[in-house]
T-cell receptor, first 113, second 114 residues
Framework: DQQVKQNSPSLSVQEGRISILNCDYTNSMFDYFLWYKKYPAEGPTFLISISSIKDKNEDGRFTVFLNKSAKHLSLHIVPSQPGDSAVYFCAASSYNQGGKLIFGQGTELSVKP | DVKVTQSSRYLVKRTGEKVFLECVQD?????MFWYRQDPGLGLRLIYFSYDVKMKEKGDIPEGYSVSREKKERFSLILESASTNQTSMYLC?????????????FGSGTRLTVV
């Protein structure tokens, strides 16, 4: 059972426009959410996170939105740059699971010049 | 600069071989994890460890075992490699407690079983 789902395997966006990556989850116990970015032949790197007590967190060009009632979060990248082309993974955790993260399938973002 | 180091970037092994994947972190982290990444399936947790000599099964432990004799080192063992274990293997570590600090990942080991 996939507790964290990224239903779009790929997304293509023009440079300078907004990229929106989506993630849905099923476990209402999740209380912390993270986004990771992965380039080919490298390990994922942490991008941005949000606690369930918030509905928005912003860091430069990256903003994560959390809709708890819909069990949905999204990552907005504005403006998108060619260097943002990578696979983005959504991840979730709950307090009673300690440090264990559950990851989604990933979305491959391609930003075209 | 904090690091998680995986001993091999690429490995090719034969079916039936015993395979060892090594991971070392220099951040004094309590938690260490092994994931595999496959297209369309994302990152799936194989095993994890919250402390030395501790191990817990993740979502897909079948065919794997782990060893954590020292805090900084977490080894993944494929007891008898099979072609369906061809994958990218990723090691990660994090400080003890909640996931709020996130993981630090290694660069991955691309394993091919022939």
């Amino acid at each position: 059972d996939q507790q964290v789902k990224q239903n779009s395997p790929s997304l293509s966006v023009q440079e300078g426009r907004i990229s929106i990556l989506n993630c849905d989850y099923t476990n209402s116990m999740f209380d912390y959410f993270l986004w990771y970015k992965k380039y080919p032949a490298e390990g994922p790197t942490f991008l941005i996170s949000i606690s369930s007590i918030k509905d928005k967190n912003e860091d430069g060009r990256f903003t994560v939105f959390l809709n708890k009632s819909a069990k949905h979060l999204s990552l907005h990248i504005v403006p998108s740059q060619p260097g943002d082309s990578a696979v983005y993974f959504c991840a979730a955790s709950s307090y009673n699971q300690g440090g264990k993260l559950i990851f989604g399938q990933g979305t491959e973002l391609s930003v075209k010049p | 600069d904090v690091k998680v180091t995986q001993s091999s970037r690429y490995l090719v092994k034969r079916t039936g071989e015993k395979v060892f994947l090594e991971c070392v972190q220099d951040m004094d982290h309590e938690n260490m994890f092994w994931y595999r990444q496959d297209p369309g399936l994302g990152l799936r947790l194989i095993y994890f460890s919250y402390d030395v000599k501790m191990k817990e099964k993740g979502d897909i432990p079948e065919g794997y075992s782990v060893s954590r004799e020292k805090k900084e080192r977490f080894s993944l063992i494929l007891e008898s490699a099979s072609t369906n274990q061809t994958s990218m293997y990723l090691c990660a570590s994090s400080p003890g407690g909640l996931a709020n600090y996130g993981y630090t990942f290694g660069s991955g080991t691309r394993l091919t079983v022939v």
